[in-house]
């Protein structure tokens, strides 16, 4: 299977699926299966940033589509089981916890011999050196979040720079 191809799962197929359910046990498990589904395919093609209006949402096939109202309750549920993470408007699948990921990213610092040097946002998200890590082109918004728990660890120092888009932001590992 190549790195973008997705198998949707049978509850995708399945036209309740689309609306949220009533009863709260059925409820509670139509959303972990809609987290686990965001979850998968967001990794499956490598997309940080969940687009509201793209196919996960819309299933043509069967002619059903998710509400407004149900999206907004699906990414609500998503964050406060840390399976995503706001920005504004804008919401990100974490498919690795916050703290997960934070981990991978100072190994990686730690056993490449980073402890103590300054890396630009840019380096760590888009760099040769972490072409074949997990975290390569991981949005520059969540890789700052990201650092920043690790900032609150102690584990990391950030360096904001003026510029909202983060391109002039620094780290130094510990």
Known sequence: MAATD???PWQYNFPPFFT????????????????????DYHKTKRIWEIDTGSDLFNNSAI???????AIRLILQNLVQEGQGVMSGERCFALWNSVSQWGSLIHSWAADNGLSNTVLTLFEIQSGDETENQPFHGMDIWLLQHVISHLEKEGKAELMLGDNEDFSDAGVKFF
Request: aromatic share 10%.
């Open 20 to 39: 949220i359910q009533p009863v709260a046990t059925t409820k509670e498990q139509q959303l972990q299966s809609w987290r686990n589904l965001i979850c």
């Open 6 to 8: 997705f198998e949707w």
């Open 63 to 69: 002619n059903r589509h998710l509400s407004p109202a």
